[in-house]
Nanobody
Framework: QVRLVESGGGLVQAGGSLALSCTAS????????KAWFRQRPGKEREFVAV????????VMADSVKGRFTISRDNAKNTVYLQMNSLKSEDTAVYYC???????????????????WGQGTQVTVFS
């Protein structure tokens, strides 16, 4: 059974940093894209960042460019999201996601991801 376990969320003051991680078990996912999405209060789930299977390509949402970094360690079956210069509008539940297909492409739609973490709360206060 595939399981994605996220960690690293919490409460942080605006301008601070948090690092999220998401480790998969039950299967290795070294040949699919991995991504982070978030869901802010009262909003739909939205794309944050994606990284290709070998880390050669990354796409970041405009709202987090220059502040967030996505990375992955295939040996650990883990994807990371480093969040710097956090703003109150970054407050959300953050979800990691594993792509459905083995591909060198990256995708921004939730429809292209077949496995999801349970979500971790990130709260940024001023």
């Amino acid at each position: 059974q595939v399981r994605l376990v996220e960690s690293g969320g919490g409460l942080v003051q605006a301008g601070g940093s948090l690092a999220l991680s998401c480790t998969a078990s039950g299967r290795t996912f070294n040949t699919v894209p991995k991504a982070w999405f978030r869901q802010r209060p009262g909003k739909e789930r939205e794309f944050v960042a994606v990284i290709s299977w070998n880390g050669g390509r990354e796409v970041m949402a405009d709202s987090v460019k220059g502040r967030f970094t996505i990375s992955r360690d295939n040996a650990k079956n883990t994807v990371y999201l480093q969040m710097n210069s956090l703003k109150s509008e970054d407050t959300a539940v953050y979800y990691c996601a594993i792509g459905r297909r083995e591909t060198a492409d990256v995708y921004l739609s939730t429809d292209d991801y077949g496995y999801w973490g349970q979500g971790t709360q990130v709260t940024v206060f001023s």
